[in-house]
């Protein structure tokens, strides 16, 4: 068990400094994951609408995609859905963490943290898969 | 001499909030730092392979006469440009977060809070520089819309 000294108990303390900067981190965190919310629920509402006409466009300009058709959409959707996890986390964290440092709440500031771990864990995995995508690109180039 | 260091230790723990980075946070703390370096590095190296794609460009065109067949690469200055422009703002952007990596990492390992602090501040301008260059897009994507619609209705008027 660890030991309580003053000197620990003063150690890893969150002063106001750093309580400051990371309120104003949440505030822009806040603001990019309901935008990030918005341009889901956009792109969403753009498949519902005009999907069997940009498949329509598609298949035109690249005859025999209707086959891939399905694939594509379920891939699109996986996606989709990955992200909407991953921007509801970054809300998670900023509604969390605030409300734990206006609360003096340290339980909910560590669910606030588990949510930022969270959302770059979502977003380290899918920048691991853009590089290899990248890389693949390359690989094809020479 | 008690009373005198008494105010003196109550004003410095008036600085601090009633938060601390315990051992659930620690352990939070280290994979956000782990997950956030992976995610700036993959990021770096993809400018990078991007870089290298734009300037050696891509096989775009292909003849093919009298059993001759010959290819071409195309270095498109367009593409380079964008790549060029992105590369630099996304390796900007990324450099605040591998910061944030870094003294966040830093501050677990030797229990220093004021590095971890450090790291926040880091975080902050990542997240501010990524919602200003998003207002920035959202800007410009309402007026390609609307340019795009008073085109649309002058071609109407038009016809």
Redesign the interface.
């Known amino acids: 068990m660890?030991e309580k000294t003053p000197e620990s108990?003063?150690?890893?303390?969150?002063?106001?400094?750093?309580?400051n900067?990371?309120r104003?981190?949440v505030r822009?965190?806040r603001?990019?994951s309901i935008?990030g919310m918005i341009c889901l629920g956009l792109c969403a509402l753009v498949l519902v609408i005009a999907g069997p006409k940009i498949i329509a466009i598609c298949d035109e300009s690249y005859p025999g995609l209707e086959n891939f058709i399905v694939p594509i959409l379920i891939l699109f959707l996986l996606l989709m859905s990955v992200l909407g996890v991953s921007v509801f986390m970054l809300y998670r964290f900023s509604i969390m963490t605030r409300n734990?440092?206006e609360r003096?709440d340290?339980a909910m500031?560590?669910r606030g943290?588990?949510g930022?771990?969270v959302y770059?864990?979502i977003?380290?995995v899918l920048?691991?898969l853009?590089?290899l995508f990248?890389?693949l690109?390359?690989t094809s180039?020479f | 001499m008690e009373n005198q260091s008494q105010p003196e230790v109550a004003n410095q723990l008036d600085n601090f909030f009633n938060l601390s980075f315990d051992t659930d946070a620690r352990q939070q703390l280290r994979q956000i730092a782990l997950w956030s370096k992976i995610v700036s590095l993959s990021a770096f190296a993809g400018y990078i392979v991007s870089l290298v794609v734009a300037i050696f460009g891509h096989k775009n065109y292909s003849l093919e006469a009298e059993g001759f067949s010959f290819g071409g690469y195309i270095r498109s200055g367009n593409s380079l440009v964008s790549v060029l422009i992105t590369a630099v703002f996304g390796g900007i952007i990324n450099y605040f977060l591998y910061r944030f990596a870094v003294a966040v990492d830093e501050g677990i390992q030797s229990s220093d809070a004021l590095k971890v602090n450090m790291g926040f501040d880091s975080l902050r301008i990542y997240f501010k520089i990524l919602g200003i260059v998003l207002v920035v897009a959202f800007c410009i994507a309402i007026l390609a819309i609307l340019i795009a619609f008073i085109m649309g209705l002058s071609a109407a008027s038009r016809g």
Do not use: P, V
């Open positions: 660890e108990l003063l150690d890893m303390h969150l002063d106001y400094d750093g309580g900067r990371l104003e981190t822009w965190s603001f990019l935008s734990g440092i003096q340290q500031f560590n943290l588990k930022l771990k770059f864990l977003s380290g920048a691991i853009g590089l990248n890389i690109t390359l180039l």
